[in-house]
């Protein structure tokens, strides 16, 4: 089984709405890191927000926000206010919590995400 | 600015040949780093973790004698492809994890390495 799943290939936007990009993942850790990564054209991985399972607020990093649902096991990510240059790839991430830092991240297969003028 | 540098972003070489490809991290010590590989179109698949002092673990399926990790120092793991072949073309990134703002395995991720086997 899959242990990051984004079910949504691509997805098309309006500039400036808000976009919700889905993320379920699947691990048995009661410690775990949910990342999401913007990777544009260039390739780099451009760090985004992290919720960690025993943060009890939903992350937030200005125009994005986590929204985390334990018990459904989603993290999705928001854009609010969309603009051209949020047009990328996205991926989320997990870090199970055998060894914290030691461990390597699990991604999903991303969302390509176009913003349109 | 940047916290994990590679070197080259980019490399074109003849089939058979071997490529080595240095991850650094420019102002922190890392004990461990990460190499993913991602082809086009896909997503990150985790190779191996580099260990500063012992040896480097794979990820099951990744052939460690074909992909050679060396973690020299504390700021610098290198990863080798040895003969390499046109199905070894693909993106090669490393991380590095480094605390932040208390970010537990938060990592920073090298703009990555182009490789083209002809």
């Known amino acids: 089984a899959q242990k990051i799943t984004q079910t949504q290939p691509g997805m098309f936007v309006q500039e400036k709405e808000a976009v919700t990009l889905d993320c379920t993942y699947d691990?048995?850790?009661?410690?775990?890191?949910l990342f999401w990564y913007k990777q544009p054209s260039s390739g780099e991985m451009i760090f985004l927000i992290y919720?960690?399972?025993?943060?009890?607020q939903n992350a937030t990093e200005g125009r994005y926000s986590l929204n985390f649902q334990k018990a459904r096991k989603s993290a999705n990510l928001v854009i609010s206010a969309s603009q051209l240059g949020d047009s990328a790839m996205y991926f989320c991430a997990m870090r199970e919590g055998r060894r914290g830092g030691a461990d390597g991240l699990t991604f999903g297969k991303g969302t390509h995400l176009i913003i349109q003028p | 600015g940047a916290v994990v540098s590679q070197h080259p972003s980019r490399v074109i070489c003849k089939s058979g040949t071997s490529v080595k490809i240095e991850c650094r991290s420019l102002?922190?010590?890392?004990?461990?780093m990460f190499w993913y590989r991602q082809f086009p179109k896909q997503s990150l698949m985790l190779m191996a973790t580099s260990n500063e002092g012992s040896k480097a673990t794979y990820e099951q399926g990744v052939e460690k004698d074909k992909f050679l990790i060396n973690h020299a120092s504390l700021t610098l793991s290198t990863l080798t492809v040895t003969s390499a072949h046109p199905e070894d073309s693909s993106f090669y990134i490393c991380s590095a994890p480094r605390g932040r703002e208390g970010i537990r395995g938060a990592q920073y991720f090298g703009p990555g390495t182009r490789l083209l086997v002809l």
């Open positions: 919720q960690g399972s025993y943060d009890e």
């Open positions: 102002d922190f010590q890392a004990t461990t």
């Open positions: 691990t048995s850790d009661q410690s775990y890191g």
